[in-house]
Nanobody, 120 residues
């Protein structure tokens, strides 16, 4: 069973930095992508950044230029470096892994979430 372990959230002042980590465990037939989504107070869950097995990244417009998503070679782990944080970055950040547990069906796996709070 695939599990995602997140770490790195916390309280930071506006303009500060945080680094989120996510480690995937458990077997999977083929991993497609990993990344981060977030959900702010009263908002729906939204994309922050993803990276696929080929190394291509996708960032939300709101974080471009401030966040960098990196990975290990096997796409077992991803790391989100967030700089120049703003109050609107506050929310619960969820690690996501999309992949095939078998040759036929893909599935989205989610971590428990880690809280990021940016004080202004």
């Amino acid at each position: 069973q695939v599990q995602l372990a997140e770490s790195g959230g916390g309280l930071v002042q506006a303009g500060g930095s945080l680094r989120l980590s996510c480690v995937r465990s458990g077997s999977m037939f083929r991993i497609v992508s990993m990344g981060w989504y977030r959900q702010g107070p009263g908002n729906e869950r939204e994309l922050v950044a993803t990276i696929n097995a080929g190394g291509a990244t996708n960032y939300a417009d709101s974080v471009k230029g401030r966040c960098t998503l990196s990975r290990d070679s096997a796409l077992n782990s991803v790391y989100l470096q967030m700089n120049n944080l703003k109050a609107e970055d506050t929310g619960t950040y969820y690690c996501n892994a999309r992949g095939y547990p078998n040759p036929t069906n893909w599935y989205d796996y989610w971590g428990q979430g880690t809280q990021v709070t940016v004080s202004s």
